[in-house]
Each structure stands twice: as structure tokens, then as C-alpha cells.
């Protein structure tokens, strides 16, 4: 069984950083794309940024610049490095993984980062 497992969220006050990593067991991890969504209270879940297993990478415009995903294959595990952050990126982050090209998506349960004086 496939399941993503999210870590390192929290408070933190604008400006500041953190890092996201999210690990996932039962799937060949280098042949999958990883990706983080956030959804807000009210809000649409968005994509935040994603990561193919050719190391290519995209992001959302309202995080580019401050947030780099990078993914390390030895550990099964894709990370999230946050910096300057920002009130309005308030939210629970999730991971999904996906088999390449197509497959199922499996998320993770999410983890609340807030950004907040």
C-alpha cells in the first residue's frame, strides 16, 4: 500500500522558513512525479509545485522565487524548502505521488503550516 507521509509543518512568523518532506513506501519512488498542493480555509486545493522523476520542476506563480521542491530517490522522499514566507500561504500542504505517466495519485494526510506574527 502506497502512503505518503508529510512532516515538518508548523507556525512560523512571515519572513521565515521551513521545510516540508514527505516520504512514501510501496511504490518504485524514482519512476513517479511528486508533487505539493495547499488548501486554505475556503479555498480551492491548489498545486504549489511538483517535481518528475526526471528532475524537472514547476511551481506556481505565488511561490516562485521562495520555494524550491527537490526529491531525493535513496530515501524515497521529496522535500519542500519554504522561505519568506508569507500570511497568505496559510494552509495544510499535501503530497501526492504519482506513478509515471498516469497513474493513480496517492495523497498524503496533510500537514498545517501557518504563517502568522
Known amino acids: 500500500q502506497v502512503q505518503p507521509v508529510e512532516s515538518g509543518g508548523g507556525l512560523v512568523q512571515p519572513g521565515g522558513s521551513l521545510r516540508l518532506s514527505c516520504a512514501a513506501s510501496?511504490?518504485?519512488?524514482?519512476?513517479?512525479?511528486m508533487a505539493w498542493y495547499r488548501q486554505a480555509p475556503g479555498k480551492q486545493r491548489e498545486l504549489v509545485a511538483s517535481v518528475a522523476s526526471g528532475g524537472s520542476t514547476s511551481y506556481a506563480d505565488s511561490v516562485k522565487g521562495r520555494f524550491a521542491i527537490s526529491r531525493d530517490n535513496a530515501k524515497n522522499t521529496v522535500y519542500l524548502q519554504m522561505n519568506s514566507l508569507k500570511p497568505e500561504d496559510t494552509a495544510v500542504y499535501y503530497c501526492?505521488?504519482?506513478?509515471?505517466?498516469?497513474?493513480?495519485?496517492?495523497w498524503g494526510q496533510g500537514t498545517q503550516v501557518t504563517v502568522s506574527s
Open positions: 501526492k505521488v504519482q506513478r509515471e505517466p498516469a497513474g493513480f495519485p496517492y
Open positions: 510501496g511504490i518504485i519512488f524514482s519512476i513517479t512525479t
